[in-house]
């Protein structure tokens, strides 16, 4: 059974900055990409980045994140980070990993069956 685990998430002042993991763990975890979602109170999940898990240098971001917000892996450790800087009170959200997909569709949720238990981020202004 493939697990996914979200930690780092926590309360940060507007321009701080937070890193969050996902780390997956099972014996038959595999992936193209391993994905960053987001969903804040009374919206929809929403993409916010995703890397191709086995070639270097293919990563993905949305709009809203582009220039603050990197993501990186380790495949020895299968895990996946977002280092999230020059935060805003609108990047507050439970942010969720997703994982188990088997192509480049990375904005698309029913890509994924492996998600993670989500943590929270919140940003005060």
């Known amino acids: 059974q493939v697990q996914l685990v979200e930690s780092g998430g926590g309360l940060v002042q507007a321009g701080g900055s937070l890193r969050l993991s996902c780390a997956a763990s099972?014996?038959?975890?595999?992936?193209?990409?391993m994905t960053w979602f987001r969903q804040a109170p009374g919206k929809e999940r929403e993409f916010v980045a995703a890397i191709v898990w086995r070639t270097v240098g293919i990563t993905d971001y949305a709009d809203s994140v582009k220039g603050r917000f990197t993501i990186s892996k380790d495949v020895t450790k299968n895990t996946v980070y977002l280092q999230m800087n020059s935060l805003k009170p609108e990047d507050t959200a439970v942010y969720y990993c997703?994982?188990?997909?088997?192509?480049?569709?990375?904005?698309?949720?029913?890509?994924?069956?492996?998600w993670g238990q989500g943590t929270q981020v919140t940003v005060s202004s």
């Open positions: 997703a994982g188990g997909s088997t192509r480049w569709l990375p904005r698309i949720h029913s890509e994924y069956p492996y």
């Open positions: 099972g014996r038959t975890f595999s992936s193209y990409a």
